[in-house]
Nanobody
């Protein structure tokens, strides 16, 4: 089992920045890929970014490319999401997720590819 705990959400003005953290514990050795997803009220859960834990390679949704950056600190078993130039449309509950298998191709953006989920952290972008 893998436990995930997100932190770092909050209220920020448009154009501002936040850094989300996702601390992993438990069977860390089993993690292959970690991801960030978000869900706004009335909308489906949406892929934001993913990271291959062993190599640190990252993938970002087109909607956040150039503004958001996923990274990890292996020593701390923690994944981060640096979010810059935030927009009101970025407001959502942000979740981190972990997969034991290696999602291939488009599977990396599908929530069903991830077995473990955190509780989520609220990000609100508003003036």
């Amino acid at each position: 089992q893998v436990q995930l705990v997100e932190s770092g959400g909050g209220l920020v003005q448009p154009g501002g920045s936040l850094r989300l953290s996702c601390a992993a514990s438990g069977s860390i050795f089993s993690i292959n890929t970690m991801g960030w997803f978000r869900q706004a009220p009335g909308k489906e859960r949406e892929f934001v970014a993913a990271l291959r834990w062993a190599f640190g390679s990252t993938y970002h949704a087109d909607s956040v490319k150039g503004r958001f950056t996923a990274s990890r600190d292996s020593a701390k078993n923690t994944m981060y999401l640096q979010m810059n130039n935030l927009k009101p449309g970025d407001s959502a509950v942000y979740y981190c997720a972990a997969a034991a298998n290696s999602p291939i191709g488009d599977d990396i953006i599908r929530p069903s590819a991830y077995a473990y989920w955190g509780q989520g952290t609220q990000v609100t972008v508003s003036s």
